[in-house]
């Protein structure tokens, strides 16, 4: 940061002239000036695109979706299958919201036939309980 001997404007040290009157004159600052900007201990480092933080696939995502595949294929077997898929899917999604690992698509997947599984076993075991009473 520098700042313009004419106005006092505080200006970053890319700009060739002082912003507000146009003068090239400036003095160079201290880094803990009480002019330099303060740093928002909110804001993630920068990182480039198509570098992820974590490299790791999570486990919890992938458990998700394997459990809610081997449901849809032992549906009519093991039921609650798909329920534990529904869990480890949302488990692997949490961690993933605040790790930055990879796998998001496994634990939607994961969620997804998970739900699509409970509620087709649960409308086929109302169809063989209501058949069963007539």
Do not use: D, H
């Not at 330099?36 to 201990?41: A, G, H, I, L, R």
């Not at 920068?46 to 992938?62: D, I, Q, S």
């Not at 998700?64 to 329920?83: H, N, Q, T």
Request: aromatic fraction near 12%.
């Amino acid at each position: 940061m520098v700042q313009c001997y004419e106005c006092g404007t505080v200006y970053p040290e890319t700009m060739r002239c002082c912003p507000n009157c146009g003068s090239e004159a400036k003095i160079q600052l201290a880094p803990n000036s009480e002019f330099e900007e303060p740093k928002n201990p909110y804001v993630q480092p920068y990182r480039p695109y198509g570098m992820p933080m974590n490299n790791r696939m999570n486990g919890y995502a992938v458990a998700g979706f394997v459990l809610s595949c081997v449901a849809l294929v032992l549906m009519c077997v093991f039921p609650p299958l798909s329920i534990l898929g529904i869990v480890f899917s949302t488990l692997g999604l949490s961690q993933i919201k605040k790790s930055f690992q990879r796998g998001k698509g496994l634990a939607v997947a994961g969620l997804t036939i998970g739900m699509i599984t409970t509620v087709f076993s649960i409308f086929l075991y109302a169809m063989v309980f209501i058949e069963s009473l007539w």
